[in-house]
């Protein structure tokens, strides 16, 4: 009877945590307008999603497709994500040999994910070493690796949550909080696809991270309490062996509860392009029954982007952009300016470099000589449909020109005149002028009054 009850309150939480997710979602902003539209005939079934070229680094990173990509939605195990390069962290600070410190399965660790239906591959008093518990966190639900995973490190799940919420924040998630490591759905517990975009693009600086994601299957050997096993990844974009394999997705992880319904979020390269895709709230099947809608969504994507993107020079160096007035030379009255770098971006094919419109800020409406070669003086912002900024750059002179002395007093003299102590001083000139005026008109009134009283004084 206790164990109907307990079961029955844990279906009216999990009952109210996906009403309180519905809410969130309907209640998040509206994400900005995706720079590209997909063709016609090309439809995914996500509910959120975002597509993002990758750059040398995240400056250089282009959107390409986005859809709802702010609306905040329960991670299910794309929590792992976080899991991970969270986990990566505390092992560096600490100096954790992986390979030697093990964690065990506990009823403490079980507590945690009882009752949520989530997947599990331990067996109580089960001892793994970090470095199993982190693999298998990786590429499996595995609700209860995980949270002895997360134990282990921090000594206790609320502690190793408090640390990955504080990543997230330094990261620059604004929509993102986390309660736990399992992925268990809670009103506690969301994230959007644009702030898993961002802890993937800082989780991919580390070498640590994208080979947990990447494995398409991983043997765990465990230390006491149960026997070598593999488990394959629940990505089967991964896995050459399922009908959904892709070749060039490098790292990936799934997640799925009621709730969150099925997501993606990987990374997949080739022949030079580096796409990351998030796929999030895709439904178990499609209208035909068929399963899997989140992988062919994520394909869908993929072969998109691969296909109809390419990186094109939209500025080149030795591109005069504009120029501007230059003050205090007698050679030169205007300098141009030229882009620093040349700017390349990764744009659609179809687009006509001619449509792309240029907004150009100086520093100035005129610079001063003396001008060297280089000096940065503006920028130039790259834009199409008006709004979507493709690229940015800074504008240099072009060339250098030196300053004339004669022309710079004399701008300065013109800077005086125009100025108030120069009227100051005009107005007490005046004042001195009409001072002295005053005093000499009283002075010879003085001098003819005395005369007259002497000249009166000897008649």
């Known amino acids: 009877m206790q164990k109907q009850r307990k079961g029955f309150c844990i279906r009216i939480i999990s009952l109210l945590s ?36 990758l750059g040398a680094t995240p400056d250089e990173d282009t959107v390409l497709y986005e859809l709802k990509a702010d609306s905040k939605r329960s991670p299910a195990a794309l929590v792992r994500l976080m899991v991970g390069i969270t986990a990566i962290n505390i092992i560096r600070e600490k100096g954790i040999d992986i390979e030697k410190v093990t964690g065990k399965y506990t009823p403490t660790a079980y507590k945690e994910i009882a009752g949520f239906g989530l997947g599990t591959v331990m067996s109580y008093d089960e001892e793994w070493t970090v470095k ?8 499996q639900t595995a609700a209860d690796a995980c949270v002895t995973l997360a134990i282990t490190l921090s000594g206790s799940h609320a502690g190793f949550v408090s640390e990955m919420n504080a990543l997230t924040k330094e990261i620059g998630c604004e929509n993102t909080s986390f309660i736990n490591v399992s992925g268990a759905d809670s009103p506690s517990q969301y994230t959007t696809a644009r702030d898993l975009y961002k802890i993937i693009r800082y989780a991919m600086d580390y070498p640590e991270f994208e080979p947990l994601f990447s494995a398409s299957q991983y043997t765990v050997k ?13 990505n089967d974009m991964l896995r050459p062996t399922t009908p959904y394999y892709y070749s060039p997705m490098a790292f990936g992880k799934t997640g799925y509860t009621p709730s969150a319904g099925r997501c993606l979020a990987s990374v997949a390269k080739d022949s030079g392009y580096d796409y990351l895709c998030i796929v999030m709230g895709v439904p178990n ?19 998109w982007a691969f296909n109809n993107f ?15 007035p230059v003050r205090l030379s007698w050679d030169k009255d205007r300098v141009t300016l030229y882009p620093e770098k040349t700017c390349t971006a ?23 000589a003396p001008i060297k070669k280089g000096q940065v003086l503006g920028k130039v912002e790259l834009y199409i449909k008006t709004d979507q900024k493709i690229g940015e750059v800074n504008l240099v002179a072009g060339e250098s020109i030196e300053k004339s002395q004669l022309l710079a007093v004399w701008a300065q003299v013109q800077s005086f005149l125009k100025s108030p102590w120069f009227y100051a001083a005009l107005g007490l000139i005046a004042v001195l002028l009409v ?13 003819r009054r005395n005369r007259m009283k002497r000249f009166n004084r000897f008649r």
């Open 18 to 53: 996906g009403l309180f997710l519905a809410f969130i979602q309907f209640a998040a902003p509206v994400s900005a307008e995706s720079p590209y539209d997909l063709p016609p005939d090309t439809t995914i079934s996500a509910g959120a999603a975002l597509l993002v070229s």
């Open 132 to 139: 199993d518990l982190l693999s298998i966190s990786s590429i």
């Open 222 to 234: 465990p230390v006491s309490g149960g026997k070598e096993r593999s488990y394959a990844n629940t």
């Open 285 to 303: 099947t499609d209208a035909d029954g068929n399963t899997g809608v989140y992988f062919r969504d994520t394909r869908t994507l993929y072969k």
């Open 310 to 324: 390419t990186y094109k020079t939209l500025l080149d160096k030795n591109w005069p952009i504009t120029q501007i």
């Open 346 to 368: 990764i744009v659609i094919n179809a687009l006509d470099l001619k449509t792309i419109d240029r907004k150009i800020t100086t520093l100035a409406d005129s610079v001063d």
């Open 435 to 447: 001072g002295y005026i005053i005093l000499n008109i009283v002075h010879n009134y003085k001098l």
